[in-house]
């Protein structure tokens, strides 16, 4: 690890000055680290060893973060505020060069096959820190290699740091065959094989990592680490958009549902206990204060009997909110509690009923696949009929809207031009106590194109929930107290 004093940033204001600047680099990425947590993190890096690289980032990572799905944000900021080098670094392993006979030792192009041969070795070999130590020199000798020329006006080009064009020289993936043939001995057995497969795998995917990670790193010190951690930063799960989230981000959301219903339960429990007392109870008091001369010493209060509200969820499960729908619904499930009852509705052209596949105990993995193959949802063509779903809901589900119901609708409200159908909604509304409209797409999107977002706005309250801490406010207001 670089020395502290090499730090980039630490020479103005010093290892003190640094730490608050990556403080402040957590907080733009929603990291919520206060006065404490920077002081503790202050006093971490007072009785750690400093060049111990991985010591310093588990140190840190302890004192400075309270909440689960901020590990990764973390680490990229780490990596970029505390490099585990400067420049191309010191290293053990030297690149092998072809011979052109037009410049000096360790000048010409780059042996590719050569280096792949040393890859090879290191991957068969399972050495970890020497992989790092080739990555690093990999990057710096394959961006340099493109440097070699002039540049503009006779001055010598910028390095071109790309992990994509190292990564393509290298081919990792395409070495596996051969290592594994390296390493097959006579009698091996089909399982032993395996694991030695699954090993070389996971040691390549390893070293990709590691490329990128130096790509990223030599990238900061040329364009500036604030710049890079804007567009490389992962973001934390619940900052996620559901309409663009990808599968493994839509995989880490569904993880983060019970720890979030939880968050939201505790605060709910807090609301209900800081308004556990009903209206002043005016007779009640003036009893009580004729021990005291008339003076009302201790106010009497009605006794307030909050009931639990039914739930009533309709929800827009076609491609394009599907993912929005399924977390919401996976939520909704884990909150039931807080509900007397919960019916769930899908739709996409046509409204059905699932209720039973959400019950308590019931399998929520692939729960959306079973909602589309099962439910009787299309009619047509199978796009979005906001529409029609909502007169057929008012034609055979019409009972399930009560005075005692709050209904939640799901969904981006793009019609595909068709019918919206404001009336029907008008009606669903009057018939429920409490209605409300989760839309998981940005505001400023609403009304454009297909979207009649504007149009039920208006008869309906609609709220913007494109990630999931944006879903949470909004629930956590919703809930009953």
């Known amino acids: 690890m670089t020395a502290p004093s090499e730090v980039p940033g630490t020479a103005e204001h010093g290892l003190p000055g640094h730490l608050v600047d990556f403080v402040s680099a957590l907080r733009r990425h929603h990291v919520a680290v206060g006065p404490g947590e920077t002081v503790d993190a202050a006093q971490v890096l007072g009785a750690l060893d400093l060049l111990e690289r991985e010591h310093l980032r588990e140190g840190l990572a302890a004192a400075l973060l309270r909440r689960s799905g ?61 992989l790092r130590e080739l990555s690093r020199a990999a990057v710096d000798a394959i961006g340099n290699s493109g440097a070699a020329g002039q540049g503009v006006r006779g001055q010598m080009a910028k390095p071109n740091w790309s992990a994509y064009q190292a990564l393509n020289a290298l081919s990792p993936d395409t070495l596996l065959a051969q290592i594994l043939d390296g390493l097959r001995q006579q009698g091996d057995s089909d399982f032993v094989s395996e694991v030695r497969r699954r090993e070389i795998r996971d040691r390549i995917a390893r070293f990709r990592d590691m490329i990128r990670d130096e790509v990223r790193r030599r990238t900061a010190e040329q364009r500036g680490r604030e710049q890079v951690a804007r567009s490389t930063t992962p973001k934390q799960p619940d900052r996620v958009d559901f309409l663009s989230a990808n599968a493994v981000q839509l995989a880490e959301l569904r993880r983060t549902v019970h720890p979030l219903a939880r968050r939201l339960a505790s605060r709910l429990s ?22 005291t001369g008339g003076v009302p010493m201790d106010p009497a209060y009605r006794t307030r ?100 119901t709050s209904l939640l609708m799901l969904g ?19 018939r429920a106590r409490h209605a409300h409209w989760l839309n998981p797409e940005p505001e400023r999107m609403w009304g454009s194109g297909d979207s009649a977002a504007r149009r039920y706005g208006e008869v309906l309250p609609m709220h913007e929930c494109r990630t999931a801490a944006q879903l949470a406010d909004v629930v956590e207001a919703l809930l009953p107290v």
């Open 412 to 430: 981006d409200g793009r019609t595909n031009y068709r019918d919206p159908n404001l009336g029907a909604l008008q009606r669903m509304r009057d």
């Open 270 to 291: 807090v609301r209900r206990k800081r308004a556990n007392r009903g209206q002043l109870d005016l007779r009640r008091t003036l009893r009580r204060s004729m021990s």
């Open 70 to 130: 901020q590990r990764d944000t973390f680490d990229a900021l780490f990596d970029l505020w505390f490099p585990p080098a400067l420049g191309a670094g010191a290293s053990e392993v030297d690149v092998p060069r072809v011979d052109d006979g037009e410049g000096g030792p360790g000048e010409g192009p780059v042996d590719v096959d050569a280096l792949r041969e040393i890859l090879a070795e290191l991957l068969r070999d399972g050495d970890e820190e020497t």
């Open 305 to 404: 009997r909050p009931g639990r509200p039914e739930l009533v969820v309709l929800c827009d499960v076609s491609g394009s909110v599907a993912g929005f729908s399924h977390f919401t619904l996976l939520l909704v499930q884990a909150l039931r509690e807080q509900f007397s009852k919960v019916r769930v509705f899908a739709f996409v052209e046509r409204t059905d009923e699932v209720t039973h596949l959400f019950e308590p105990g019931a399998e929520l993995s692939g729960v959306m696949q079973r909602v589309l193959r099962e439910a009787r949802l299309t009619a047509f063509d199978g796009h979005s009929d906001y529409g029609g779903a909502f007169g057929d809901f008012l034609e055979h589900y019409s009972e399930a809207l009560t005075p005692k």
